[in-house]
């Protein structure tokens, strides 16, 4: 049973419609006058930020918000953190003020996993990506954007996205986004395949439930979606590949290779984009762009998993719905 | 059967024709007490609730020549044992489109027990809008209020004991319309 998000890999074909279907409901509470909902009412969330993020944590506050739970802020920079002081340390310290949830952003793989399994906290814990590791609710959201695209809003309940054809290009090496949407895609029954430049496709990636290819022109016109990642910049410790320009006409997206996707098939991207390099402005702004539509999924598929994490009096995402009068 | 013995097996206290004249009659105790039903919205509470409230639609419809907007409305995250269980799945809530300010809302649900749900239901509709009036249709009112709250529009009263079940079927969720009056198996769980 899911106590703790720490890996796209430990969710359950179940588990994971049940966010969406859940993050399905979440979504019509935009429309709302009142964009409340009471369910987290006089619990605590700490947004736990040791790296840098702007949309990601904007997002968990509104998920958080939204659910009525009151939201504690920690960035690392300009904290104890910052003095020196360990995770476990900011940990106990958490535990020691009552915090019902801890949301967590960390630039090591695996200091989520370490937070929930270490025993410092009793309190359910959510990664927000840890590293080149994990960032489950990236890609709860890219499934549900894509769920609602490609099966449909009130069609896509209760269903997979079974035999669709979703393709992942850029920096695999560094992204976490990469890996957590091959583990979430292949469990909910897509077929995955990453398009890279060989030095950044990394090692073991035989192992991944996914195909891998180098030529971009040859896969799009079979995919239902394409997601296109970020270079990294900020990762990109070696010579991964000759210049900017060679890697955008390569791997980046533009007008003419969308026009050779399917009618029905959407561009992605987990932002923040850098126009010019993975994707021109044209197909940013295009309709078949979801850039914006991820972004709002993002509130909706982070107050699901919070609901299911703290909404009752244990975590549980595969109990039936209970029916008594 | 002497009524007041009970075996395992439940035993059907309304039938389907029943449940139709009903519905009819408080159609038209609706649009009595409405003064036509102009203004009312019909709100069913998930999951047999939305059916009644469908049907009740259809009936005023038949009455009036107009269609009477019916939606959904869930309350789960506003139960006051969400904390006791194990987080629920939601439910769908569909408000009509003109939405429900100064509107006659009319919650329509299948049991009437503790009264928790419509308080529940209540406080989710303040956060949706602001009705003229709210009122409540049930197809059964079992009794043992928890709540100073009572239905406008009652089907069938039905006195039961704590520990029986009231068990609403309805041909859209269960394959037949029946009302089911059984002994519960293990302690009564007190739901909402």
Known sequence: MMRHLISAADLTRDEAIRILDTAEEMARVADRPIKKLPALRGRTICNLFFEDST?????????????????????????????????????????????????????????????????????????????????????????????????????????????????????????????SNVDLLHTLGAEVTLVAPPTLVPVGVGAWPCEVAYDLDAVLPKSDAVMMLRVQRERMNAAFFPTEREYSRRYGLDADRMARMPDHAIVMHPGPMVRGMEITAEVADSDRCTVVEQVAAGVSVRMAVLYLLLGGNESDTAHPRTEEK | MDAHTHTGEPRAVLEAPDIARMLTRIAHE?????????DVVLLGIPTRGVYLARRLADKLEGITGRKIPVGSLDITMYRDDLRLKPARTLARTEIPGDGIDGRLVVLVDDVLFSGRTIRAALDALGDIGRPRAVQLAVLVDRGHRELPIRADYVGKNLPTS???????????????????????????????
């Open chain 2, 30 to 38: 609706i649009v009595e007490r409405a003064k036509g039903a102009d």
């Open chain 2, 162 to 192: 704590q520990r029986e079940l009231v068990r609403v079927q309805l041909s859209e969720e269960d394959g037949r319309d029946t009302v089911l009056l059984g002994l519960g198996a293990t302690a009564p769980t007190r739901g909402q």
């Open chain 1, 55 to 179: 949309r990601t944590r904007i997002s968990f506050e509104a998920a958080e918000k939204r659910l009525s739970a009151d939201v504690i802020n920690f960035a690392a920079k300009g904290s104890s953190v910052s003095k020196g002081e360990s995770l476990k340390d900011t940990a106990q310290t958490l535990e020691a003020m009552g915090v019902d949830a801890v949301v967590i952003r960390h630039g090591a793989s695996g200091a989520p996993y370490r937070l929930a399994t270490s025993g410092w906290i009793d309190a359910p814990v959510v990664n927000a990506g840890d590293g080149t590791h994990q960032h489950p609710t990236q890609a709860l959201l890219d499934a549900f954007t894509m769920r609602r695209r490609l099966v449909g809003p009130d069609a896509g309940i209760g269903r997979d996205l079974a035999g669709r054809r979703i393709t992942v290009v850029g920096d695999i090496l560094h992204s976490r986004v990469a890996r």
